[in-house]
């Protein structure tokens, strides 16, 4: 709809995972290398966690896109629904084709660590990579730790890497989990975008969408986005989305503060409020929050303190004047 108006080819802010308009920020980069090392090295058992619409998975698609030819992944999503297909889902994504169903557990676990080991003699790698892995049940768990198990008396043979929101960390911290707790290498937990990765991933998109102006976003409502989101890549494309289908309403050409307030609409004020119990960004607060609907009372100082003082200054100057006045009284006789 405002395409044409603000001189864009491509929706700036979709939620889907183009990886065109991929922008990494700095814990971004920091996990990705750190992951990217656990494969080089094998390092066996990694954990990724993160908020909700923090990058998580535009993270992961990032690794997978820049594989090397020999790095072969299993990539895993919903274990709710794959349930006790599991072991099938991985054996497929690595290509094994059969029939499983006439096959016991054991027989899967050994079919899959035979050609594993047999390409690993190719110099080739295997990984597998299980998202929203906090939804992994008991069973689903004792399958990771014995997947996390298949190696030589040299390396690790099968890379995993369970990515999932910040609950995951505490499902491996239970008693029964302790054995897979223990054999993890690399554990990080991505952290939301900095003011400068909102400003850069806010004008990375617009020029990416064939914006050729860097002043669509002013400065004031690009820090009222980073305030509004706590820097969290989803809901900060949510809002600058929703702020350039307002500026087009309007016949703005550029999006300010008060813009970005008037945008906040019902569902993204709910995404808001559910925010707020982290803590706010430590930045500049140039422009105080001011979200439509809401009354923000300044907290009163109390000032009877300073009253009382003054009030005993005066007391105590008045009674040295009188004492003044009346030695000057009876030294100079003056009556």
Not at 78 to 91: A, E, T, Y
Not at 180 to 190: D, S, V
């Amino acid at each position: 709809m405002y395409l044409d108006y603000f001189g864009l080819k491509k929706e700036p802010f979709n939620l889907t995972l183009d990886p065109e308009f991929l922008y990494l920020g700095e814990s971004h980069k920091e996990a990705l290398a750190r992951l990217q090392f656990g494969l080089e090295t094998q390092k066996g058992l990694m954990v990724l966690t993160g908020e909700v619409g923090s990058g998580k998975t535009a993270l992961i698609q990032s690794l997978i896109s820049n594989k090397s030819p020999q790095q072969n992944f299993a990539l895993i999503v919903n274990p709710k629904i794959v349930g006790d297909r599991i072991l099938q889902n991985i054996c497929r994504e690595f290509g094994i084709e059969l029939d499983f169903k006439e096959m016991s557990k054991s027989d899967i676990f050994n079919l899959l660590y035979e050609f594993i080991l047999k390409k690993s003699f190719h110099e080739q790698n295997f990984a597998v990579i299980i998202d929203d892995a906090h939804d992994l049940n008991r069973e689903q768990m004792d399958d990771i730790l014995f997947l996390s198990k298949f190696e030589t008396n040299t390396k690790k043979l099968l890379q995993i890497i369970l990515v999932g929101l910040p609950a995951l960390s505490d499902v491996l911290n239970t008693p029964q989990n302790l054995s897979l707790k223990q054999r993890i290498l690399i554990q990080y937990k991505l952290k939301p975008f900095t003011y400068a990765d909102t400003q850069n991933y806010i004008l990375h998109r617009m020029s990416v969408a064939g914006s050729e102006r860097r002043d669509v976003f002013k400065a004031e409502a690009i820090q009222r986005i980073f305030q509004l989101s706590r820097g969290i890549p989803r809901i900060i494309s949510v809002i600058a989305s929703n702020a350039l289908l307002y500026a087009f309403l309007k016949g703005e050409k550029r999006i300010n503060y008060n813009i970005v307030n008037l945008s906040t609409d019902e569902t993204l004020q709910n995404m808001v409020d559910s925010a707020e119990e982290n803590p706010e960004p430590q930045i500049r607060r140039k422009y105080p929050p001011r979200i439509k609907g809401r009354n923000y009372k300044p907290i009163r100082k109390r000032r009877w303190s300073y009253w009382i003082l003054l009030i005993f200054i005066l007391v105590i100057g008045f009674l040295g004047l009188n004492i003044l006045a009346q030695y000057l009284i009876k030294t100079l006789h003056i009556f």
